[in-house]
Protein backbone atom coordinates (compact mmCIF):
# COMPACT_ATOMS: atom_id res chain seq x y z
CA UNK A 1 0.00 0.00 0.00
CA UNK A 2 1.38 3.72 -0.74
CA UNK A 3 0.72 6.51 1.66
CA UNK A 4 1.23 8.47 -1.52
CA UNK A 5 -1.47 7.57 -3.87
CA UNK A 6 -4.17 10.71 -4.84
CA UNK A 7 -7.42 8.49 -4.78
CA UNK A 8 -6.05 6.74 -1.45
CA UNK A 9 -5.40 10.18 0.20
CA UNK A 10 -8.57 11.82 -0.85
CA UNK A 11 -10.84 9.09 0.41
CA UNK A 12 -8.85 9.52 3.55
CA UNK A 13 -9.42 12.94 4.62
CA UNK A 14 -12.63 13.57 2.63
CA UNK A 15 -14.28 13.39 6.25
CA UNK A 16 -12.56 13.07 9.84
CA UNK A 17 -13.87 9.38 10.68
CA UNK A 18 -11.02 7.18 9.55
CA UNK A 19 -8.63 9.67 11.15
CA UNK A 20 -10.30 9.76 14.93
CA UNK A 21 -10.11 6.21 14.11
CA UNK A 22 -6.77 6.15 13.96
CA UNK A 23 -6.06 8.34 16.55
CA UNK A 24 -8.29 6.01 19.12
CA UNK A 25 -5.32 3.38 18.68
CA UNK A 26 -3.11 5.79 20.98
CA UNK A 27 -5.65 6.11 24.20
CA UNK A 28 -3.20 4.03 26.26
CA UNK A 29 0.23 5.20 25.33
CA UNK A 30 3.84 4.15 26.87
CA UNK A 31 6.03 6.89 25.70
CA UNK A 32 6.73 10.69 24.79
CA UNK A 33 3.55 12.19 23.36
CA UNK A 34 4.61 13.16 19.90
CA UNK A 35 2.12 16.09 19.53
CA UNK A 36 3.47 17.75 22.57
CA UNK A 37 6.80 17.50 20.99
CA UNK A 38 5.97 19.04 17.68
CA UNK A 39 4.30 21.62 19.41
CA UNK A 40 7.32 22.30 21.62
CA UNK A 41 9.94 21.99 18.16
CA UNK A 42 7.36 24.46 16.73
CA UNK A 43 7.79 26.74 19.95
CA UNK A 44 11.87 26.13 20.20
CA UNK A 45 12.20 28.31 16.59
CA UNK A 46 10.40 31.05 18.05
CA UNK A 47 7.91 31.79 15.00
CA UNK A 48 6.44 35.27 14.19
CA UNK A 49 4.51 33.84 11.24
CA UNK A 50 4.15 30.02 10.86
CA UNK A 51 2.12 28.41 7.95
CA UNK A 52 0.82 24.86 8.32
CA UNK A 53 0.47 22.02 5.56
CA UNK A 54 -2.22 18.99 5.47
CA UNK A 55 -2.85 19.77 9.13
CA UNK A 56 -5.73 18.01 9.76
CA UNK A 57 -8.77 18.72 11.75
CA UNK A 58 -6.65 21.86 13.16
CA UNK A 59 -5.79 20.86 16.36
CA UNK A 60 -2.05 21.82 16.63
CA UNK A 61 -2.88 25.21 14.27
CA UNK A 62 -5.49 26.11 17.43
CA UNK A 63 -2.96 25.27 20.25
CA UNK A 64 -0.09 27.63 18.51
CA UNK A 65 -2.57 30.20 18.08
CA UNK A 66 -3.81 29.75 21.57
CA UNK A 67 -0.24 29.78 23.47
CA UNK A 68 1.86 31.99 21.22
CA UNK A 69 2.07 35.14 19.72
CA UNK A 70 1.88 34.11 16.12
CA UNK A 71 0.11 34.91 12.86
CA UNK A 72 -0.98 31.47 11.12
CA UNK A 73 -1.51 29.92 7.90
CA UNK A 74 -3.24 26.63 7.36
CA UNK A 75 -3.85 25.20 4.34
CA UNK A 76 -4.85 21.64 3.44
CA UNK A 77 -6.03 19.54 0.40
CA UNK A 78 -9.07 18.20 2.10
CA UNK A 79 -12.47 20.90 2.44
CA UNK A 80 -13.94 19.32 5.10
CA UNK A 81 -10.36 19.23 7.11
CA UNK A 82 -10.53 23.48 6.34
CA UNK A 83 -14.05 23.51 7.38
CA UNK A 84 -12.94 22.03 10.75
CA UNK A 85 -9.93 24.16 11.26
CA UNK A 86 -12.13 27.48 10.45
CA UNK A 87 -14.35 26.05 13.67
CA UNK A 88 -11.15 26.68 15.42
CA UNK A 89 -11.13 30.08 14.72
CA UNK A 90 -7.84 29.23 12.13
CA UNK A 91 -7.20 31.45 9.04
CA UNK A 92 -7.68 27.89 6.64
CA UNK A 93 -7.57 27.62 3.11
CA UNK A 94 -8.09 24.87 0.23
CA UNK A 95 -4.85 24.18 -1.51
CA UNK A 96 -1.73 21.95 -2.49
CA UNK A 97 1.66 22.32 -0.42
CA UNK A 98 3.01 21.00 -4.30
CA UNK A 99 1.32 24.25 -5.66
CA UNK A 100 1.40 26.82 -3.00
CA UNK A 101 -0.18 29.93 -3.93
CA UNK A 102 2.06 31.81 -1.37
CA UNK A 103 4.68 34.51 -1.79
CA UNK A 104 8.63 33.68 -1.33
CA UNK A 105 10.11 34.10 1.89
CA UNK A 106 6.86 34.94 3.45
CA UNK A 107 7.01 32.62 6.62
CA UNK A 108 9.75 32.31 9.60
CA UNK A 109 8.10 28.75 9.97
CA UNK A 110 6.24 25.83 8.51
CA UNK A 111 4.69 23.23 9.58
CA UNK A 112 4.43 19.49 8.30
CA UNK A 113 3.07 17.05 10.42
CA UNK A 114 2.29 13.37 9.72
CA UNK A 115 1.67 14.46 6.02
CA UNK A 116 4.97 14.49 3.71
CA UNK A 117 4.02 10.54 3.48
CA UNK A 118 1.17 12.11 1.46
CA UNK A 119 2.61 13.62 -1.34
CA UNK A 120 2.48 12.36 -5.04
CA UNK A 121 5.69 14.70 -5.48
CA UNK A 122 7.29 14.77 -2.15
CA UNK A 123 10.45 17.05 -4.18
CA UNK A 124 8.31 19.30 -5.27
CA UNK A 125 6.34 19.58 -1.83
CA UNK A 126 9.66 20.30 -0.28
CA UNK A 127 10.97 22.28 -2.67
CA UNK A 128 7.40 24.40 -2.11
CA UNK A 129 8.13 24.59 1.58
CA UNK A 130 11.62 25.72 1.32
CA UNK A 131 10.58 28.50 -1.46
CA UNK A 132 7.92 30.47 1.03
CA UNK A 133 10.48 29.85 4.33
CA UNK A 134 12.74 33.33 4.85
CA UNK A 135 16.15 32.85 4.62
CA UNK A 136 17.12 30.87 8.06
CA UNK A 137 13.57 29.80 8.31
CA UNK A 138 12.67 26.51 9.66
CA UNK A 139 10.58 23.28 8.57
CA UNK A 140 9.13 20.97 11.53
CA UNK A 141 8.18 17.91 10.21
CA UNK A 142 6.89 15.00 11.99
CA UNK A 143 7.02 11.28 10.28
CA UNK A 144 6.66 7.89 11.43
CA UNK A 145 8.92 4.82 11.32
CA UNK A 146 8.76 2.44 9.48
CA UNK A 147 8.05 0.33 12.38
CA UNK A 148 5.64 2.24 13.54
CA UNK A 149 2.66 0.51 14.41
CA UNK A 150 4.26 -3.19 13.05
CA UNK A 151 2.73 -5.66 15.25
CA UNK A 152 -0.99 -3.76 14.83
CA UNK A 153 -0.15 -3.76 10.87
CA UNK A 154 0.68 -7.13 10.80
CA UNK A 155 -2.55 -8.05 12.20
CA UNK A 156 -4.37 -6.39 9.90
CA UNK A 157 -2.00 -7.38 6.77
CA UNK A 158 -1.24 -3.73 5.96
CA UNK A 159 2.23 -3.20 4.24
CA UNK A 160 2.71 0.44 4.08
CA UNK A 161 5.46 1.81 2.14
CA UNK A 162 6.70 5.53 2.94
CA UNK A 163 8.32 7.88 0.88
CA UNK A 164 9.34 10.21 4.08
CA UNK A 165 9.91 8.34 6.94
CA UNK A 166 12.62 8.72 9.95
CA UNK A 167 14.45 6.13 7.65
CA UNK A 168 14.71 8.28 4.46
CA UNK A 169 13.39 11.60 5.63
CA UNK A 170 17.05 13.31 6.45
CA UNK A 171 18.20 12.26 2.94
CA UNK A 172 14.90 14.00 1.17
CA UNK A 173 15.32 17.26 3.43
CA UNK A 174 19.02 18.13 2.33
CA UNK A 175 17.85 18.34 -1.07
CA UNK A 176 16.18 21.35 -0.21
CA UNK A 177 17.20 22.36 3.40
CA UNK A 178 21.18 23.19 4.47
CA UNK A 179 21.07 21.59 7.90
CA UNK A 180 18.98 18.94 9.69
CA UNK A 181 18.05 17.83 13.03
CA UNK A 182 15.90 14.83 14.26
CA UNK A 183 14.82 13.42 17.38
CA UNK A 184 13.10 9.96 17.91
CA UNK A 185 9.95 9.44 20.30
CA UNK A 186 10.02 5.49 20.56
CA UNK A 187 7.32 4.15 22.91
CA UNK A 188 4.00 1.31 22.78
CA UNK A 189 0.42 1.41 22.69
CA UNK A 190 -1.59 -1.06 24.35
CA UNK A 191 -5.06 -1.57 22.64
CA UNK A 192 -7.41 -3.38 24.76
CA UNK A 193 -10.30 -3.39 22.49
CA UNK A 194 -11.12 -5.88 19.19
CA UNK A 195 -13.35 -3.21 17.70
CA UNK A 196 -10.40 -0.13 18.01
CA UNK A 197 -8.18 -2.81 15.67
CA UNK A 198 -11.13 -3.50 13.12
CA UNK A 199 -11.93 0.06 13.07
CA UNK A 200 -8.55 0.92 12.90
CA UNK A 201 -8.02 -2.16 9.56
CA UNK A 202 -11.27 -0.26 8.10
CA UNK A 203 -10.01 3.43 8.23
CA UNK A 204 -6.82 2.48 6.47
CA UNK A 205 -8.42 -0.75 4.07
CA UNK A 206 -10.57 1.29 2.19
CA UNK A 207 -11.62 -1.65 -0.11
CA UNK A 208 -11.41 -4.62 -0.96
CA UNK A 209 -12.99 -8.17 1.09
CA UNK A 210 -12.90 -7.54 4.92
CA UNK A 211 -11.54 -10.73 6.28
CA UNK A 212 -11.80 -11.89 10.33
CA UNK A 213 -8.55 -10.96 12.03
CA UNK A 214 -6.69 -13.04 14.27
CA UNK A 215 -4.80 -11.54 17.17
CA UNK A 216 -5.32 -11.80 21.20
CA UNK A 217 -5.65 -8.80 22.90
CA UNK A 218 -4.42 -6.87 24.94
CA UNK A 219 -2.70 -6.31 21.82
CA UNK A 220 0.80 -4.02 21.68
CA UNK A 221 2.34 -2.21 19.35
CA UNK A 222 5.54 -0.18 19.20
CA UNK A 223 5.48 3.26 18.04
CA UNK A 224 7.97 4.81 16.55
CA UNK A 225 7.59 9.08 15.52
CA UNK A 226 10.64 11.13 14.44
CA UNK A 227 10.63 15.31 14.35
CA UNK A 228 12.72 16.99 11.51
CA UNK A 229 13.62 20.30 12.38
CA UNK A 230 15.26 21.46 8.70
CA UNK A 231 16.94 24.84 8.41
CA UNK A 232 16.87 27.03 5.12
Not at 44 to 64: D, F, H, K, M, Y
Not at 68 to 75: A, G, H, K, Y
Not at 101 to 112: I, K, M, N, S
Request: charged share 30%; net charge negative.
Amino acid sequence: MRLDEAAFVSDQYASEDNLRARQSIYAQHDGPNARDAAFEAVKATSPRCILEVGGGQGELAERLLRELDVRLTFIDQSERMVALARSRGIDARVGDVQRLELPDGAFDTAVAAWMLYHLTDLDRGLGELARVLEPGGRLVAVTNGDDHLRELRDVIGADFQSTFSRENGEEALLRHFSSIERTDLDGTVTIASADAVYAYRDSMITSGKRRDLVFDLPLRARTAVSIFVASR
